[in-house]
């Protein structure tokens, strides 16, 4: 038995062939190295890779002995045997030669298991694997080499099991381009396949059906290897990846244009197309942290999610809207790029990515998946909605700091007002007909980004989503203030000059009057927007406080009130805290003094709040005083999101000593010190 010498013959081992670059065989010898001569192929193939006696068979065997004689001794019996005209198998059963080479290649495996592996992965890798290769450069051109293991193991089974000419005539049918992602070559190649011998290709019908149900499991296999790919690369990515939230997803190279549902439908399988901004849910996209690195991304209007129809891991497949049902199909990396820019990698491959048909940004332009090429079309601008809406009011451009009532687009008299101008925690919001009391007095403050607070000035609590909810029909009470998005508003002008005041929680929540009742007493929630007047408001510029009589109620003791110990009328009687009466001498009448300034009048005594001596010190006494217009009896009245504050026309503060709560705690003048020991809560009275 002489070696071709047309062929070429690697003379040693090749370890460490992964197994998705041979995953092939498992359709060929169930990956058996031993297997030997068997009714599978007629009794004429062996081995891992089913080297047949009338092609290969008898020149790997002369390489093996060649390589180590003494290890493959048993191999020797066969040179100068024809095995290529050899018959080794009869009727009777295999014959003397085919039991034989039988039981020589059992042998041979035997002796080293490991080296006779190799031994065929060698032989195999250079006759098929880089003859797969040359047909893909002169075909389809690129390197094979540079695909994933499953492909280019599917490429050499395919150049293994049907050679040169055959291979290259499935890379033709299938239309296989280097331009394509492995997923939509895998998938393109087994289909090339499955269709030809479906639609009567091959010369015999025997085989047909068998090799229609081989590629139709080849490319099932080839793509879960893909998914796997995909997998590690959402992995690997968690770290850089977009921020849940919600978003206008924008073409990159033109961001007036976003990713929009046609007709802005509700059903399945609504197309997804590109279209001009227009702000409606149909446009609005939220993004949700999934596993492993993945995300969904919902559809707002509709609620159905992003998904490639069909789950379909090829280029060109159409991305629609669907019920969310967790498949790959609806898996997404959302990965940020350097400019800033996201590309959307689908779960089904991970070279697979959101695309704009034909890179065109016009209306209509519709959206699939195609392979990945960096190119603008896959390049998507996302502007977090929440955040762009109150980038809009970033420095009180839209509305400022200050002091508001809060009027309901569904009546200009009914107002956004605190249930019973309560002071506690979860008091209810609710609207009610305008009485300007400090219950329905509210304080604006901006943050950098433009987010707005609303702090009510009789509590000093905030107005807030019960629970931190995102979801529809949440309540809004007051509480402390935190900071957190349940506290936060965007705020949107609209086309009558009404705002619309959007939770910085997400989920296209606004705050809403509940079933757009303009009665008093109308709960106030948030509410999926719908641009109704019950998501209207209007803000009306209100002081601080209307002159009248309030009791004012330390924020850290509620249930007292500033009081004239012992409801005296006299000259220097001293100011403390008490637990409230309701007597003339916890109640105060607020005036203006002009220029924001106010005075502050004992209703018992007719004597004025008043700092001992003029001293502008920090823990100057705080007494009351006939009036007599000196600057220790001027006071401002200063609005934060934590409450009121009380400021003396001397630069001190009016502060309850050591913050504390019993009854008789001395009330003084303090440097201001942002505690809660200096915030007051004016109840009128």
């Not at 803000?539 to 004012?552: A, I, K, M, R, W």
């Not at 916890?586 to 005075?599: E, L, M, P």
Request: aromatic share 10%.
């Amino acid at each position: 038995m002489a070696p071709s010498s047309s062929r070429s013959r690697r003379s040693s081992p090749l370890y460490g062939l992964s197994d998705e670059l041979r995953y092939f065989t498992r359709f060929e010898s169930g990956q058996n190295y031993d297997e030997g001569l068997s009714s599978g192929d007629g009794y004429h193939a062996m081995g891992y890779y089913q080297f047949d006696n009338r092609y290969g068979l008898g020149e790997f065997l002369d390489g093996c002995y060649q390589y180590n004689p003494s290890t493959y001794s048993m191999f020797a019996q066969f040179e100068g045997v024809d095995l290529e005209s050899a018959t080794l198998h009869d009727a009777s059963g295999l014959t003397d030669l085919g039991s034989r080479l039988d039981a020589a290649w059992h042998a041979a495996y035997a002796a080293s298991p490991s080296e006779f592996s190799a031994l065929q992965d060698a032989y195999a890798y250079d006759t098929y694997y880089t003859a797969a290769r040359s047909g893909f450069s002169s075909v389809v051109g690129g390197s094979l080499d540079d695909r994933g293991d499953y492909v280019r193991g599917l490429c050499w089974g395919l150049c293994n099991l049907y050679g040169q000419t055959g291979w290259k005539r499935f890379l033709s049918l299938g239309s296989i381009s280097s331009a394509m992602d492995d997923q939509t070559l895998a998938y393109a190649l087994c289909q090339a396949v499955i269709d030809y011998y479906s639609t009567g290709g091959g010369s015999s019908s025997v085989w047909r059906s068998g090799y229609v149900s081989r590629y139709q499991q080849e490319r099932s296999l080839c793509l879960s290897y893909g998914y796997a790919d995909a997998d590690g690369y959402a992995a690997s990515s968690a770290g850089g990846v977009l921020a849940a939230g919600t978003y206008e997803i924008e073409a990159s190279s033109n961001t007036a244009q976003v990713l929009d549902v046609v007709g802005g439908s509700n059903a399945s399988g609504a197309n997804v197309q590109l279209y001009a901004s227009n702000g409606t849910g149909a446009q609005a996209w939220v993004v949700t942290v999934a596993s492993g690195g993945y995300c969904t991304i919902a559809n707002r209007g509709s609620g159905k999610v992003l998904d490639v129809a069909g789950g379909i891991a090829r280029w060109g497949t159409n991305v629609q809207q669907w019920d969310q049902n967790g498949s790959r199909a609806q898996l997404w990396v959302a990965r940020t790029n350097g400019d800033g820019s996201v590309t959307f990698h689908s779960a089904l491959g991970q070279g697979l990515v959101l695309d704009l048909s034909g890179a065109s940004t016009a209306n209509g332009t519709n959206v699939q998946v195609w392979s990945e090429n960096d190119s603008p079309a896959q390049r998507f601008a996302c502007a977090d909605e929440l955040t762009r809406r109150a980038a809009g009011n970033k420095g009180g451009a839209v509305l400022g700091s200050g002091c508001y009532t809060v009027s309901t687009g569904l009546s200009s008299s009914k107002v956004l007002d605190v249930s019973g101008a309560g002071l506690l925690d979860m008091a209810n919001v609710q609207v009610y007909s305008r009485n300007d009391t400090v219950a329905q007095t509210w304080y604006v403050s901006v943050d950098a980004k433009g987010f707005v607070t609303l702090t009510d000035v009789g509590s000093g609590k905030v107005l807030d989503v019960a629970g931190g909810s995102p979801l529809s029909g949440t309540n809004a009470w007051q509480y402390a203030g935190n900071g957190s998005a349940a506290q936060r508003w965007a705020v949107e002008r609209n086309a009558d000059g009404t705002l619309t005041l959007w939770s910085a929680l997400g989920n296209g929540q606004v705050l809403d009057v509940a079933g757009g009742s303009s009665a008093d007493g109308a709960n106030v929630w948030t509410y999926a927007s719908n641009g109704s007047a019950a998501q209207r408001w209007a803000f009306s510029p209100h002081d601080v406080l209307s002159g009248g009589t309030y009791e004012f109620a330390p924020s850290a003791a509620r249930a007292s009130r500033l009081d004239v110990a012992g409801g005296s009328g006299t000259d220097g009687a001293n100011v403390q805290i008490w637990s409230r009466n309701g007597t003339a001498a916890q109640r105060w009448s607020v005036s203006s003094a002009g220029s924001g300034a106010y005075s502050i009048r004992n209703v018992g005594s007719g004597k004025c709040l008043d700092v001992a001596g003029a001293s502008s010190q920090a823990g100057t006494n705080v007494w009351q005083f006939a009036p007599n217009g000196s600057r220790a009896q001027v006071w401002q009245l200063v609005m934060g999101t934590d409450g009121l504050r009380v400021q003396s026309a001397l630069g001190t503060t009016l502060d309850v000593s050591g913050g504390a709560s019993e009854d008789g705690t001395n009330v003084q003048a303090w440097t201001a010190n942002g505690t809660e020991a200096q915030v007051w809560c004016p109840v009128a009275a």
